[in-house]
C-alpha cells in the first residue's frame, strides 16, 4: 500500500518572513531585497488608484518608507505583501484626497452613490472586439476604461482582478469584509463591461458613418 507523501511546501515558511527577520536584526541590505520585489506591483497599484505617474512614484516611495518605519507593528499574520499594499492603497487615497480639495474619497462613498447604476442586463458585445482591436489597442482601451471607475470599485478591481490578490487578501487589505469585496468586484466588472460596450457601439457607429461618406 503506497504511503501518503506531504503535500510539498506545506509547512515552509514564506521568504518574506526571513527577509522581515532580517531587517529587524539591522540588515538593511534585506529591505532592498523586499523592495527590489514588490517595487513593480505597488507601483501599479498606486498608479491604476491615482491615475498619475509622478504620483504613483511618490506612493510607492512613502509606501516603502512607512513600512520599514512601522516594520515592528507587523505581526506576520498576513504576507508582508498584503500589509505593504494596505499602506500603499492609504497612501494613494490620501493623494487624491489632496488632489481633490478636501472631499474625502472612501472606499464606501461608492457603494452609496453608484448603488442604482449598476446595469442588470449588459448588452454583449457586437461585433467581438477581439476581432477588430490589436492586443495593444485593446490594453489601451481597457486601461483607459478602468480609469473611469469610480476609486472604491477601482481598488477592489485592481487588487482582485489585476493583481491577482485572492479575496480574502483584498478584504485584509482594504479592512472589508469578504461579502463587501465579492460585492464590489461585481460591480466594478459589470460597470467595466458596460463602459466597454458604449465605447465599442460609438466606435462601430462612428465606423459606420465615416464610411457612408
Not at 466594478?188 to 464610411?211: I, P, W
Given at each position: ?23 529587524r ?45 512601522k ?29 481633490r ?89 459589470l ?12 466606435r ?10
Amino acid at each position: 500500500m503506497a504511503t501518503i507523501q506531504p503535500i510539498a511546501g506545506e509547512n515552509e515558511q514564506h521568504p518574506d518572513v526571513a527577509l522581515v527577520a532580517r531587517v529587524r536584526g539591522g540588515d538593511v541590505a534585506a529591505y532592498d531585497e523586499l523592495v527590489r520585489k514588490y517595487e513593480r506591483q505597488v507601483f501599479r497599484i498606486a498608479q491604476h488608484i491615482t491615475q498619475n505617474r509622478e504620483d504613483a512614484e511618490d506612493v510607492m516611495q512613502d509606501a516603502f518608507l512607512k513600512a520599514y518605519e512601522k516594520l515592528d507593528q507587523f505581526q506576520g499574520n498576513s504576507k508582508f505583501y498584503t500589509w505593504l499594499v494596505r499602506i500603499a492603497v492609504n497612501e494613494s487615497l490620501m493623494r487624491l484626497r489632496k488632489r481633490r480639495t478636501g472631499k474625502l474619497v472612501s472606499l464606501d462613498e461608492d457603494v452609496e452613490t453608484e448603488e442604482g447604476s449598476v446595469p442588470r442586463d449588459v448588452a454583449d458585445w457586437d461585433p467581438n472586439p477581439e476581432q477588430q482591436y490589436s492586443q495593444a489597442e485593446l490594453a489601451e482601451i481597457l486601461r483607459k476604461t478602468i480609469q473611469g471607475l469610480p476609486p472604491g470599485f477601482r481598488v477592489v478591481f485592481t487588487l482582485r482582478d489585476v493583481e491577482g490578490l485572492s479575496t480574502e487578501e483584498t478584504a485584509e487589505t482594504l479592512g472589508l469584509s469578504i461579502p463587501a469585496v465579492k460585492s464590489r468586484l461585481l460591480r466594478a466588472r459589470l460597470q467595466l463591461r458596460e463602459r466597454l460596450t458604449r465605447y465599442f457601439r460609438r466606435r462601430k457607429a462612428s465606423k459606420k458613418v465615416g464610411g457612408s461618406k
